[in-house]
């Protein structure tokens, strides 16, 4: 009789990158809920860690002061992609972390070295304890957190449409000031030295300005499906 083992997929991880806004985390809950796969939201975990510095006085403006306190927290990701969540020191922290205040504070927060150390760590471990497999989805992971993973996709859109996407969801926000608010991260996400928004050299990159979002989960779908049937 064949055993369990033998006959299990083997697991696929998957790395999903990209600039706010183009689909990432709705595209990779979906494609990790359609797969049975786990799923990571590594931006949510750079959130945690700036509005645990923001509610325990840490100056965001100065890198010694958020490299002596990155240690501290203790984060906690759940990776059902029908739930997710992420906790710090045990407490609830989905709601804090997308405030405007924590928004306009992360990408000084994640430029830190030692931040970026911690959290790297921390998501390795989470993807290595995935026995069906993951979706990762972040700025670096194709990069720098899973260079091997089996699969890396970049997703790109129009400043436009990522704009409309995101003052769509906050309700009556001001597109122009959503769109500038939008690129001053990508400048800042990208241009630092450690570990920058990038994409992988091996990544398919996807263009999602003009597809549905039910079009960019069925393209990532086959897209895993075809490095399964490889394995
Ligand atoms: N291809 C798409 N077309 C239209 N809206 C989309 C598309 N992809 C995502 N969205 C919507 O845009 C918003 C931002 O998507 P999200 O997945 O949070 O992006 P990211 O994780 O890259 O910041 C969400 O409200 C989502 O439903
Ligand atoms: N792998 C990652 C993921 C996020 N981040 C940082 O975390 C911030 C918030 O990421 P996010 O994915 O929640 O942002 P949105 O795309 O949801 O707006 C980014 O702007 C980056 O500064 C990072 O540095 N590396």
């Known amino acids: 009789m064949e055993t369990a083992a033998r006959t299990a997929p083997a697991a696929v991880i998957v790395a ?9 985390s709705s595209t990779s809950k979906a494609v990790a809920a359609k797969l049975g796969l786990s799923y990571l939201d590594t931006g949510a975990q750079y959130r945690a860690i700036t509005w645990w510095m923001l509610t325990n006085g840490i100056d965001v403006t100065d890198p010694v002061a958020i490299a002596d306190a990155a240690g501290k927290p203790v984060i906690v990701s759940g990776t059902d992609p029908s739930a997710p969540t992420i906790t710090v020191d045990g407490i609830d922290a989905s709601g804090p972390i997308r405030t405007q205040e ?3 504070k992360v990408s000084a927060v994640s430029a830190v070295p030692e ?3 911690l959290i790297t760590e921390l998501q390795r471990s989470i993807a290595k304890g995935a026995a069906l497999g993951i979706v990762v989805e972040g700025r670096d992971i194709g990069t720098t957190v899973l260079p091997d993973a089996d699969l890396k996709i970049f997703l790109t859109a129009s400043p436009e449409a ?5 003052s769509g969801e906050l309700k009556g926000a001001d597109v122009s000031a959503t769109r500038e608010a939008l690129l001053k991260r990508d400048a ?3 241009s630092r030295k450690t570990s920058p928004l990038a994409k992988a050299d091996d990544a398919v990159e996807v263009d999602t300005s003009d597809l549905t979002l039910e079009q ?12 399964r049937a490889a394995k």
């Open 16 to 24: 999903i990158d990209g600039p706010s806004g183009t689909g990432k």
């Open 162 to 166: 990522r704009a409309a996407r995101r």
């Open 216 to 227: 960019v989960i069925e393209c990532v779908v086959t897209l895993v499906e075809g490095k």
């Open 115 to 117: 931040v970026r150390t």
């Open 102 to 104: 924590v928004t306009s």
């Open 188 to 190: 800042a996400d990208s």
